[in-house]
T-cell receptor
């Protein structure tokens, strides 16, 4: 069974600094994808970044990068140059490739950016 | 705006009543998903469709829940005889089901409160 673990219920970061949000996963599927989503107080889940299990390079999208360490089964999200608008819940998720695609989410990390 | 839309955004109902939610996916996406999110938790998978076919249902989807996607476009989620435990955010997502990734794009959600 797939499992996603986010061990940081809450994180604080100073504006303009970088922050790392932790995510570890467990799966027996050989092929899978890892995702990060941002959920502001409005409730909408906003897709941030994707990493495939066979991708050789770590994914990057603007200020977001994914520190993927396959052997350690971790997929940490790094946000550089934090902005006040980054304050939100962040969810790590995993989906298996192939016919099934019931994506599993972690419990989330609440990030607060301080001015 | 060509994102996923959901209606209504909020629904308050009395226990025992039936409710129906609608989701309109991104037009070229053939996969559609329903999730439930309770306070302080990540979304939990309920069911998904590929075109009009419902391919998988979670054990969370009790007999009181039914989902349809009759023409492979919009989808409805109905809850019969609502219970207070059904109070949650119901999220809909869609994906293009490409070979490379099944990134799911979420709608704003429908928040259900059962009194």
């Amino acid at each position: 069974a797939q499992k996603i673990t986010q061990t940081q219920p809450g994180m604080f970061v100073q504006e303009k600094e970088a922050v790392t949000l932790d995510c570890t996963y467990d799966t027996s599927d050989p092929s899978y994808g890892l995702f990060w989503y941002k959920q502001p107080s409005s409730g909408e889940m906003i897709f941030l970044i994707y990493q495939g299990s066979y991708d050789q390079q770590n994914a990057t999208e603007g200020r977001y990068s994914l520190n993927f360490q396959k052997a350690r089964k971790s997929a940490n999200l790094v946000i550089s140059a934090s902005q006040l608008g980054d304050s939100a819940m962040y969810f790590c998720a995993m989906g298996a490739r192939g016919a099934k695609n019931d994506m599993r989410f972690g419990a989330g990390t609440r990030l607060t950016v301080k001015p | 705006d060509t994102g996923v839309s959901q209606n209504p955004r909020h629904k308050i109902t009395k226990r025992g009543q039936n409710v129906t939610f609608r989701c309109d996916p991104i037009s070229e996406h053939n996969r559609l998903y329903w999730y439930r999110q309770t306070l302080g938790q990540g979304p939990e998978f309920l069911t998904y469709f590929q075109n009009e076919a419902q391919l998988e249902k979670s054990r969370l989807l009790s007999d009181r829940f039914s989902a349809e996607r009759p023409k492979g476009s919009f989808s409805t989620l109905e809850i019969q005889r609502t219970e207070q435990g059904d109070s949650a955010m119901y999220l809909c997502a869609s994906s293009p089901r490409t070979v490379e990734t099944d990134t799911q794009y979420f709608g704003p959600g429908t928040r259900l409160t059962v009194l």
